[in-house]
């Protein structure tokens, strides 16, 4: 998939696959919402309004009040991608939150996923 194809994804249609990741290991879209959280700095209503105004992943992460200054921790292989290796920030963030919702859904603990 070409960057610029990520880019002007939308957030809308992306979040109810996590959503659907998670759930189908037995965890809660409130668990999504948390991770997703942590990583932009949204609280629940600006995350809702970018899922509302169907904002892509370009607005989504260049208007997240802060990227949580722990998410360089994220380290692993998402689609076969180490995602510390990843140079393109925007395709980095995107991954991250793949990244997140693959630990949830594979049972870590909370404070393990938050790198806390």
Excluded at 6 to 28: C, D, F, H, Q, W
Excluded at 62 to 80: M, Q
Excluded at 83 to 108: H, M, S, Y
Aim: aromatic share 6%.
């Amino acid at each position: 998939m070409s960057n610029e194809r990520v880019y002007r994804m939308t957030i809308s249609s992306v979040y109810p696959l996590l959503i659907n990741k998670a759930e189908r290991k037995g965890r809660l879209k409130e668990e999504v919402d948390t991770v997703t959280c942590w990583l932009t700095g949204y609280d629940e209503r600006g995350l809702r309004e970018h899922i509302e105004n169907e904002s892509d992943f370009e607005t989504f992460f260049s208007e997240a009040p802060c990227i949580n200054p722990n998410a360089h921790k994220i380290t692993g292989v998402v689609c076969g991608i180490r995602v510390e290796d990843i140079e393109d920030p925007l395709i980095q963030k995107v991954r991250w939150l793949d990244k997140l919702v693959d630990e949830l859904a594979k049972g870590k603990a909370m404070e393990k996923i938050l790198r806390s």
